[in-house]
């Protein structure tokens, strides 16, 4: 299985909803990544988690909050998001080193907060 | 610390014709260098890689890109595109950072491939 997997490819959500996005990879890979990418631009780091702990926050607002249950897994839950929120949101996993290859990015999840 | 640099937002090219997108790097460790290929509506695709050895790498669909560690470019090439190589195209280059790899990715290439 060389895939990483995101659910849902699209979601529209109220500012007063909570929902969760879920990104799972079967690749052995130690570390996965959540991405927010506006039109047009580069792929922004939100998150960090390696070997099922989080490394990095980027300063993500606390209305988004990463969860790595375990190694195949991670889920970003939503919560009181804002217009602005609205973007395509990647997950991406690798091995830890370049060294063995770069990163495997899912198709990502479509988000529209209205 | 790294940087990458794709110095042109935006080309346009005929059918059938050659294209080259423009990168340059700065990195201070080893260097590890991609190309990832973004479709319409999805996630990011690597096309091709430079870890070590050959400085030129090539991708299955003919692309190509050449590490030149003087000039401190990584330049993608392709000698014929074709319509359905219209889409964003992002350089990256990468670092090992304590467990997960810190990437820096250009702003990105829209390459525009007209009938």
């Known amino acids: 299985d060389t895939e990483v997997t995101q659910t849902p490819k699209h979601l529209v959500m109220g500012m007063t909803n909570k929902k969760s996005l879920k990104c799972e990879q079967h690749m052995g890979h130690r570390a996965m990544y959540w991405y927010k990418q506006k039109a047009k631009k580069p792929p922004e780091l939100m998150f960090v988690?390696?070997?099922?702990?989080?490394?990095i926050n980027e300063s993500v607002p606390s209305r988004f909050s990463p969860e790595c249950p375990n190694s195949s897994l991670l889920n970003l839950h939503l919560h009181a998001l804002q217009p602005e929120d609205s973007a395509l949101y990647l997950c991406a996993s690798s091995h830890p080193s370049p060294g063995t290859g770069g990163y495997t990015f899912g198709s990502g999840t479509r988000l529209t907060v209205v | 610390a790294q940087s990458v640099t794709q110095l042109d937002s935006q080309v346009p090219v005929f059918e059938e014709a050659p294209v080259e997108l423009r990168c340059n790097y700065s990195?201070?460790?080893?260097?590890?260098l991609f190309w990832y290929v973004q479709y319409p509506n999805q996630g990011l695709q690597l096309l091709l890689k430079?870890?070590?050895?050959?400085?030129l790498v090539e991708s299955i669909n003919g692309f190509e890109a050449e590490f030149n560690k003087s000039q401190t470019s990584f330049h993608l090439r392709k000698p014929s595109v074709h319509i359905s190589d219209t889409a964003e195209y992002f350089c990256a280059v990468s670092a090992p950072s304590g467990g997960y790899q810190k990437v820096t990715f250009g702003i990105g290439t829209k390459l525009q491939v007209i009938p």
């Open positions: 430079y870890l070590s050895g050959s400085t």
């Open positions: 988690y390696s070997y099922e702990k989080l490394s």
């Open positions: 990195s201070s460790v080893s260097v590890y």
